[in-house]
Nanobody
Framework: QVQLVESGGGLVQAGGSLRLSCAASGGTFSNYAMTWFRQSPGKEREFVATISARGGSRYHADSVKGRFTISRDNAKNTVYLQMNSLQPADTAAYYC?????????????????WGQGTQVTVSS
């Protein structure tokens, strides 16, 4: 059983930056692809970025490409999401998820392990 705990959310002005972290425990971290999703009120949870189990492959949603970067440190059992040039449209609760696979899916229903979420609010 994998436990995930996100941190790093907060309130930031448009154009600012935040770095989210997700610490994992309870499993062999390097066996899991890790993915970030986000959810705004009244909207479905949407894919943001995924990184392969060993970290050699990454994929970002078009809406964040060039602004957000996913990374991981398998020695620290942690995945990160560096968010730059934040916009009000990025306001959401951000969730990390783990998938027992080399490569992560972009579909939320494929994930069994989720963190509790961290709120990011971008003011204009």
């Amino acid at each position: 059983q994998v436990q995930l705990v996100e941190s790093g959310g907060g309130l930031v002005q448009a154009g600012g930056s935040l770095r989210l972290s997700c610490a994992a425990s309870g499993g062999t971290f390097s066996n899991y692809a890790m993915t970030w999703f986000r959810q705004s009120p009244g909207k479905e949870r949407e894919f943001v970025a995924t990184i392969s189990a060993r970290g050699g492959s990454r994929y970002h949603a078009d809406s964040v490409k060039g602004r957000f970067t996913i990374s991981r440190d398998n020695a620290k059992n942690t995945v990160y999401l560096q968010m730059n040039s934040l916009q009000p449209a990025d306001t959401a609760a951000y969730y990390c998820a783990a998938q027992y696979s080399t490569y992560g899916s972009t579909q939320r229903n494929d994930y069994h392990y989720w963190g509790q979420g961290t709120q990011v609010t971008v003011s204009s």
